[in-house]
């Protein structure tokens, strides 16, 4: 059984050191785990008790098979295990999901990129998680695997169906995200990172935008947007992509957008930013990208 969210342990209690997804996933079938690979967020919201965890922490930081990236002719596959640093420096990523690599670029510090990994980004379920916006934008599936009793089970989630609201997710207690997977994308792909904050990494995010299209005959098509740090949870742009798609880029249009876009988005006043400020930032974004797309 998982813990009561007022029952919030001072130290972990048991430590499962698992070397393959079978000894994980029987580990979490138990109900009281806790997953670690980088530990880059764990310990921080452990310690300042920003949620609740169960008192077996099930290290999976040894299964090489999460630390892959498998590049297909029709769909790449990355392991929960692989790291921001990983991604950065693979060249092949580089050419078929440049944002991707540029999210992971704007990614803390490169000690950190160096421990952090994609599965962790997703699962801790950050409204402003720096990867998850590409990721929306490639229209990722999150595989999630449990022990039924008798073998893995897996099932894919898409990203935008993942995230139910800030820090939550519909991954279950049993279950273990253990790859982020795509389709290729194509060549040469029109595509777009921006993060704001008054350091380019080392910051969370006051408001992220991936955009990401191609363009044919002057049209824009496969139009997508997404965004971090405007909502309870990163978010698609739906309408703003149906208005743009298959349309050619005008000024009259883009105006469109930008105002469509506004009203797609809630943004909250904080500590980072107030809401006003974040709209701003956010129809600026979309404006250099449908500049950038139009140059392109």
């Known amino acids: 059984m998982a813990l009561p969210q ?11 050191n698992a070397t ?3 000894e994980a996933c029987k580990a979490l079938a138990i109900g009281d785990g806790t997953v670690v690979a980088g530990g880059t967020d764990l310990w921080v919201q452990k310690d300042e008790a920003h949620k609740t965890f169960g008192p077996r922490l099930i290290n ?9 990236i498998e590049i297909g002719r029709d769909r790449i596959r ?8 990983d991604i950065l420096d693979n060249g092949d990523l580089g050419d078929i999901a440049p944002a991707l690599c540029e999210a992971a670029n704007k ?42 009793g008798k073998k893995i089970s897996t099932r894919d989630v898409p990203a ?18 253990t790859a982020i997977s795509f389709e290729h994308p194509g060549t040469n792909p029109i595509a777009r990172f921006f993060k704001s904050g008054p350091r380019p990494a080392l910051e969370i995010a006051i408001v992220s935008l991936g955009f990401s299209a191609r363009l044919a005959g002057g049209k824009l098509t496969n139009v997508r947007i997404a965004l971090g740090a405007v909502g309870p949870t990163p978010v698609r742009a739906r309408k703003t992509e149906k208005l743009l798609e298959g349309q050619r880029l005008t000024d009259d249009l883009k105006a469109a957008a930008l105002d469509t876009l506004a009203d797609e988005i809630s943004p909250i006043d904080d500590v980072r930013g107030s809401a006003w400020y974040r709209q701003h930032l956010a129809r600026t974004y979309l404006q250099e990208a449908l500049h950038d797309a139009a140059q392109s």
């Open 107 to 148: 990614f803390a510090s490169p000690q950190i990129r160096n421990a952090a990994t994609i599965g962790g980004n997703v699962a801790n379920a950050s409204p402003a998680a720096d990867a998850v916006v590409p990721l929306l934008c490639l229209d990722a599936k999150i595989e999630l695997s449990k022990w039924d």
């Open 20 to 22: 393959s997804i079978d």
């Open 78 to 85: 990355l392991g929960a295990r692989v790291t921001m640093s």
């Open 160 to 177: 935008d169906a993942f995230f139910s609201a800030p820090g939550q997710s519909v991954l279950a207690v049993d279950e273990l995200i």
């Open 6 to 16: 007022n029952q919030i342990p001072t130290a972990f209690e048991a430590f499962v």
């Open 60 to 68: 999976i930081s040894n299964i090489e098979e999460l630390a892959r």
